[in-house]
Structure formats: structure tokens, C-alpha cells
């Protein structure tokens, strides 16, 4: 089933809201559509979104009222979820678990009997016990920041040689975690493993980055790219809210004309999203916006434009101006 847009149709309305800088505005935001808020630095964009919307989920607000229930709100910042260095593309997504009863299922095939367990680099007896799965080790240095450098025992593999004899089409799982996402697809697919978070973030163009990558060596845009897939791909259905902040920032624009694909895909499915966002390609997709302006601090936190998009793109705006 496919959902139509309908900007009257509305999902939140926000009431006189003196959030930090905002003067005392009232404005409402469409379900199932995508809104934009954008305006110049410190226009007041975050309090608006990230603070008083996003937040009267965890504390009753007088200043917002939701006329659609959702499944789930589901808020995507710049923020940088973990700095855990064992968090892995792989483990992220839920996928390494699969990898590793693959792996050990194959140890039996070829009578070395591994449980899944010795597949995993946190814990157990196939890691390499100098690292202790890491790949690398710290060098402390006195007077620089500490370096990593590649553990010299397993070089870099994370796991003990007897475990790296285990091989499915050739391919070890250390050679697996070395796969970009997008040479993963085949490897699942041949060997019946879910494919779809994988696939899921080549939609999203991060099929470039490895599955043995850390979390952490993310940017903020790949990061949240990372996490709207792995939300996307743990969803049970639709009629869910997104709020993304920026989730363009660094983009090529043709990575933008995909990732944009995916998005007003997953609106025909019934989700609604909520973007604060400046890029012009991805303003223009937009059903409906709202510029605070007209400067940063004290002199914005007022609604400069509050509607559909078609009107918008008529105007004189420090934003649309430009579109
Ligand atoms: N916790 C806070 N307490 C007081 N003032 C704040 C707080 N957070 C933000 N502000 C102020 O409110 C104003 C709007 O900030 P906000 O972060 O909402 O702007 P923004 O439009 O999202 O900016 P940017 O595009 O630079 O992220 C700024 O003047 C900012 O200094």
C-alpha cells in the first residue's frame, strides 16, 4: 500500500514555545511527509526539534500536542553512539552472530569442531590472546597522543591462526570482516545469511565501508546513515518517526539522490520523517518546511516561512533564495 501526501494531515502541533531562543512561535508539522527546518546558524533549528519535540516523549509538555500516535520515535543525531572499539559494522547491524554459527558449523564439516563462540574477538579461546582481539595494540607514548599499531602476533587477523584455517569459498572470517558491505552481499547470499541490512545500507551509500570497520572511525554523517539503516532493518511495519539532524552532511550529491530515494520510499510506506537540514537537494524533496530566522541567537527563534514547499520556493528567504 502505498501512502499519500497530505500536508493537512498533521502529526505534531507545537504551541508557543519559548524554547532557548525561540520567540514564543506555534507552528504544526504534517504526518507522512517529509518536513525540513532550516534556517541560518543558531536560528533556533535543534531547540525546536531535538529538544522540544524530540524530548516530550520522555516528559509531558504543554507546548506539544501529537495528533498521530506512532509506533516508535526514533531520533538519529550528530552524536556519536559509542566509542565502544569493539563495536564493528558487523556486530552493529546484528549480523556478525550469523557469521560466526556459519563459521562454526563449517569447523565441523572439516572436523576442527570450533563452537560460534571461538569465532567471536570479545571474549573466548580463538582470539589472539595478545590483542585479545583488537587487531592492534596501544603504544603508549609520553609526550604524543597513544598509536595503535597492528598486533604483531596476529597481524591484524584478530584471531588465532588455527581458527583463520576455517575457510568458507576461500574466505576466512577474518577475510570476511575485510569485506566492503558490498562484497558481503554475495558472500551472504551464497551462504544463506541475511542480506537485507546489507543491501539496506548500499541504499543508503555506505557500501564502501567494511564490515570489520569500528563504529567508532565513523563520521557523523556515515554514522547516522548507520543507524537509520540498522532502525530501518530492525523494524517490525511502518507508521514510525524519524528525526534526523543534517543526515546529508558530507554527501556527495549523487549519494544524495539515493539516499533521498530510500527516504521517500520508506514515507510511501507510511513512516513520517522530520529533518533539520540546509542542503538545497534535499530541501527541494521536501513536502513541507520551516525557516527560523532571521539571524543566530537573540535575533532569531522566529518562523521566517511555515508550509508547503511549492509556495516556499516563490519567496526571498535567506533559503530560498537559493532554490
Ligand atoms: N541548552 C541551552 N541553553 C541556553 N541556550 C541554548 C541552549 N542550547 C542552545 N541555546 C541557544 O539557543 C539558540 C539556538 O540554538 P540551536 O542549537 O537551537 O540553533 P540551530 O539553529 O540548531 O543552530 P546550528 O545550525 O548552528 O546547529 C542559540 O543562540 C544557542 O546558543
Known amino acids: 500500500m502505498s501512502y499519500k501526501r497530505d500536508t493537512k494531515q498533521i502529526a505534531v502541533k507545537v504551541k508557543n514555545t519559548k524554547m532557548h531562543n525561540l520567540k514564543n512561535i506555534s507552528l504544526s508539522l504534517p504526518a507522512n511527509c517529509l518536513s525540513i527546518i532550516t534556517g541560518v546558524s543558531g536560528s533556533g533549528k535543534s531547540s525546536l526539534l531535538l529538544q522540544e519535540i524530540a524530548e516530550s516523549q520522555l516528559q509531558d509538555s504543554k507546548v506539544i500536542e501529537w495528533e498521530k500516535s506512532f509506533k516508535d520515535m526514533i531520533i ?84 588465532k591462526d588455527k581458527i583463520l584455517k576455517v575457510k568458507i569459498d576461500g574466505y576466512s572470517i577474518s577475510d570476511v570482516l575485510g569485506f566492503s558491505i558490498q562484497e558481503a552481499i554475495g558472500f551472504f547470499a551464497r551462504n544463506g545469511l541475511n542480506y537485507k541490512p546489507l543491501t539496506l545500507l548500499t541504499k543508503t551509500n555506505l557500501g564502501y565501508i567494511s564490515l570489520g570497520q569500528g563504529t567508532n572511525s565513523l563520521s557523523g554523517g556515515e554514522m547516522q546513515r548507520l543507524r537509520l539503516t540498522r532502525t530501518i532493518s530492525q523494524q517490525k511495519g511502518n507508521h514510525h518517526l524519524f528525526i534526523l539532524d543534517e543526515p546529508t552532511i558530507g554527501m556527495h550529491k549523487i549519494d544524495v539522490f539515493h539516499f533521498m530515494e530510500l527516504i521517500q520510499n520508506l514515507i510511501e510506506d507510511g513512516n513520517t520523517f522530520f529533518f533539520i537540514e540546509h542542503n538545497l537537494d534535499v530541501i527541494k524533496q521536501a513536502d513541507y518546511v520551516v525557516e527560523l530566522g532571521p539571524s543566530g541567537g537573540n535575533d532569531g527563534g522566529e518562523i521566517i516561512y511555515s508550509g508547503e514547499i511549492g509556495p516556499f520556493t516563490q519567496l526571498n528567504t535567506k533559503t530560498s533564495i537559493y532554490l
Request: with cysteine.
Open 76 to 159: 538519529i543525531t550528530q552524536k556519536r553512539p559509542t566509542r565502544n572499539k569493539r563495536s564493528l559494522i558487523a556486530t552493529y547491524l546484528d549480523v556478525f552472530d550469523e557469521i560466526r554459527s556459519l563459521f562454526a558449523r563449517e569447523s565441523k564439516k572439516e572436523n576442527f569442531s570450533f563452537s560460534a563462540s571461538d569465532f567471536s574477538f570479545n571474549a573466548g579461546n580463538g582470539r589472539c590472546p595478545n590483542c585479545q582481539g583488537l587487531g592492534v595494540i596501544e603504544s603508549h607514548q609520553l609526550f604524543f597522543e597513544n598509536m595503535e599499531l597492528t598486533c604483531p602476533v596476529c597481524h591484524g587477523s584478530r584471531y
